[in-house]
């Protein structure tokens, strides 16, 4: 069997979580829990005050499913422990918060935690403390048309995109122009088709890859695009994302 690649990216962590939460609420849920309940170190997410918890010797292997793991022969913790840390820039530690939540979580399941001791990288702090900096420049800055980005970090790309400051400017330019609000790509119109409820509704997708902007970088309305959510669900389903003229491109192909 070739053997199965590391991660290397953010981007690349974030599609192993993606999958995995798919993997725990479907019929693979047993097979997700298990995989947790045998883990020593972990990439943790916050949502609310819900806590979720990812293997790394799952999602440290590139493009993982349930089944590549249960043949790779040569998968090992430490390994992927390794690839994890060179994203973070930091080792996992120990944390008796979220090793509480941990074991909230299997008990949850009806099941314990081992004896080990387990380490935890929290995604969430590396965004807080982003968004804060993020916050404090955008107080700063004199001029509506600029956001600073910060730091690129691909995790940051949907919240970005629901800065309301930076949409609601990029709605009115493009109202301006256009004289109403429809999709970009497929031209769109939730007035049109859902009557006032739908009137000046539509989403906001950055157009530059986050993953290729440098430390500093500053977002204009220039970067965004209004799309329906069909072609915003599109755009980011495949890695690297779509661009705006290739959508155009394929809507165009299959119009025909």
């Given at each position: 069997?070739?053997?199965?690649?590391?991660?290397?990216?953010?981007?690349?962590?974030?599609?192993?979580?993606?999958?995995?939460?798919?993997?725990?609420?479907?019929?693979?849920?047993?097979?997700?829990?298990?995989?947790?309940q045998?883990?020593?170190?972990?990439?943790?997410?916050?949502?609310?005050?819900?806590?979720?918890?990812?293997?790394s010797?799952?999602?440290?292997?590139?493009?993982?499913?349930?089944a590549?793991?249960?043949?790779?022969e040569?998968?090992?913790?430490?390994?992927?422990?390794?690839?994890?840390?060179?994203?973070?820039?930091?080792?996992?530690?120990?944390?008796?918060?979220?090793?509480?939540?941990?074991?909230?979580?299997?008990?949850?399941?009806?099941?314990?935690?081992?004896?080990?001791?387990?380490?935890?990288?929290?995604?969430?702090?590396?965004?807080?403390?982003?968004?804060?900096?993020?916050?404090?420049?955008?107080?700063?800055?004199d001029?509506?048309?600029?956001?600073?980005?910060?730091?690129?970090?691909?995790?940051?790309?949907?919240?970005?995109?629901?800065?309301?400051?930076l949409i609601?400017?990029?709605?009115?330019?493009?109202?301006?122009?256009?004289?109403?609000?429809?999709?970009?790509?497929?031209?769109?119109?939730?007035?049109?088709?859902?009557?006032?409820?739908?009137?000046?509704?539509?989403?906001?997708?950055?157009?530059?890859?986050?993953?290729?902007?440098?430390?500093?970088?500053?977002?204009?309305?220039?970067?965004?695009?209004l799309?329906?959510?069909?072609?915003?669900?599109?755009?980011?389903?495949?890695?690297?994302?779509?661009?705006?003229?290739?959508?155009?491109?394929?809507?165009?192909?299959?119009?025909?």
């Open positions: 069997m070739v053997p199965i690649a590391l991660i290397a990216s953010l981007e690349e962590l974030e599609n192993n979580i993606a999958y995995f939460d798919k993997l725990a609420g479907g019929q693979d849920g047993k097979a997700a829990r298990e995989l947790i045998r883990g020593l170190c972990f990439v943790v997410k916050k949502i609310g005050s819900k806590f979720f918890f990812y293997p010797r799952f999602i440290g292997y590139r493009n993982n499913t349930l590549l793991h249960a043949q790779n040569d998968k090992d913790g430490r390994v992927t422990n390794l690839a994890i840390r060179k994203i973070f820039k930091k080792d996992p530690l120990q944390s008796k918060s979220l090793e509480e939540a941990y074991g909230d979580y299997l008990g949850g399941h009806g099941a314990l935690p081992g004896k080990q001791k387990r380490k935890y990288w929290l995604l969430n702090s590396e965004v807080d403390s982003v968004e804060k900096q993020e916050g404090k420049q955008m107080l700063a800055s001029d509506d048309s600029e956001f600073p980005e910060g730091k690129p970090l691909e995790l940051l790309h949907l919240r970005r995109e629901r800065n309301a400051k609601e400017k990029t709605k009115q330019e493009f109202k301006a122009r256009h004289k109403k609000l429809f999709c970009q790509a497929c031209g769109f119109d939730f007035e049109s088709k859902y009557g006032d409820i739908g009137r000046d509704y539509i989403e906001a997708h950055h157009t530059l890859p986050v993953s290729v902007m440098e430390e500093g970088h500053v977002s204009r309305t220039k970067d965004m695009a799309v329906c959510s069909n072609c915003h669900r599109i755009l980011h389903r495949r890695r690297p994302w779509l661009g705006m003229d290739e959508l155009a491109r394929i809507i165009e192909k299959n119009d025909k």
